[in-house]
């Protein structure tokens, strides 16, 4: 930093410093000549103005240089006898106090100007840092965005690749499974109307048989039926969330509820499949990952916000590693999709809940 001063001073040439020293002391001496008779008694004055403007503007060395031509102005031309370099001993102490306070204030203007100096120098050098600060910053921030904004467009990417995956793993369970079953189960059917018919011993397991095959078509539909929920074009989300309950009750054998006491429809198709998608796959986690026995789904409104949540009596998330597979990830990013906020809360008693609030006007939502 003193070098950075050093030679920022050093710019200022030699020459002019020492010469504005000599102009303020010709200057000092013209205004003292001038004004003799009424400052005749207070003569020191303006020639200590100038050692600190010599000092201020030029340096300590222009600073002492103001204060010896001063003290010999002083001595020649002001202090009796005039014209000579005599003092009394009261003249002597008088000018050696004028030069002890030139030289103390000279020096303390020349530390003021370097102090000054040093502060600009530090300014700028942190203005600078500032900046450049700000630009990296500036870079950074973009890049996130950047990064965010092709991460979001890969989510949305992953969700319209699952949807349609699952739509055709859904359609192909339905149209090929589905009716593969409910064509031998009536093949089965006829036999044992045979079999019946003719009294013959093996007509009961025939009838079992056909019991099983009809327990497996109402699985096999189910599943499609989750993979590709027909109710949430014909009849809306309310109606897909209690035939979700209802499914899920029949196929795991637990008590699944889906509760609404007021009517929330959802203009928008793709945002209402998010919807749909959290709600399942949070009940089938409940189930599944958190053991849970009754699980209830609830669909309230508050516009403009509408809120589903899915509680269970679960082993909760404090009795084991949390659910934090790729399913949580998915309902995360569905919640993201429709610009809502995905919550999951446990108490210590077991009792879990997932809550999703979103906002219920149209969006364009993929």
């Known amino acids: 930093m003193n070098m950075n001063i050093s030679s920022r001073t050093n710019l200022f040439p030699v020459v002019p410093r020492y010469g504005l020293a000599l102009v303020v002391s010709a200057l000092a001496f013209v205004l003292t000549r001038w004004f003799a008779s009424t400052i005749q008694y207070n003569a020191f004055d303006l020639f200590q103005g100038a050692v600190v403007i010599s000092a201020c503007y030029g340096g300590l060395g222009p600073g002492l240089l103001t204060a010896v031509v001063s003290i010999f102005a002083l001595d020649y031309f002001f202090i009796p006898p005039l014209k000579t370099l005599n003092l009394g001993v009261v003249d002597f102490l008088r000018l050696s106090v004028f030069a002890v306070v030139a030289v103390v204030t000279g020096s303390l203007s020349a530390r003021l100007k370097e102090a000054k100096s040093e502060l600009e120098l530090a300014h700028d050098k942190l203005e600078r840092r500032v900046q450049e600060r700000t630009e990296q910053l500036t870079h950074v921030n973009a890049e996130l965005e950047a990064e965010n904004a092709h991460r979001l467009a890969a989510e949305k990417e992953i969700l319209q690749i699952s949807s349609r995956e699952q739509r055709r793993l859904g359609e192909d369970l339905h149209d090929g499974l589905c009716q593969t079953l409910a064509g031998i189960r009536l093949l089965s059917q006829e036999l044992k109307s045979k079999l019946f018919a ?20 109402t699985q096999a539909d189910i599943v499609a039926r989750g993979l590709y929920p027909v109710e949430l074009e014909t009849s809306g989300l309310m109606a897909a969330l209690q035939e979700l309950t209802t499914k ?119």
């Open 198 to 217: 003719e009294n013959l011993p093996w007509a009961k397991d025939v009838e079992r048989i056909e019991a099983r095959l009809g327990e497996a078509l």
């Open 248 to 366: 899920i009750s029949t196929l795991y054998g637990v008590d699944c509820r889906f509760k609404c006491v007021q009517t929330v429809l959802i203009e928008d198709s793709a945002k209402a499949i998010h919807v749909y998608r959290i709600a399942q796959e949070a009940v089938i986690n409940a189930i599944k990952r958190g053991k849970a026995k009754h699980v209830t789904v609830r669909l309230t409104q508050h516009p403009p916000k509408v809120t589903l949540s899915i509680t269970d009596d679960g082993v909760g998330l404090h009795s084991q590693r949390p659910r934090q597979g790729m399913g949580l990830k998915m309902m995360n990013y569905r919640a993201r999709m429709i610009n809502g906020v995905f919550r999951m809360r446990s108490r210590s008693h077991g009792v879990t809940r997932v809550i999703c609030s979103f906002d219920s006007e149209p969006e364009n939502v993929q």
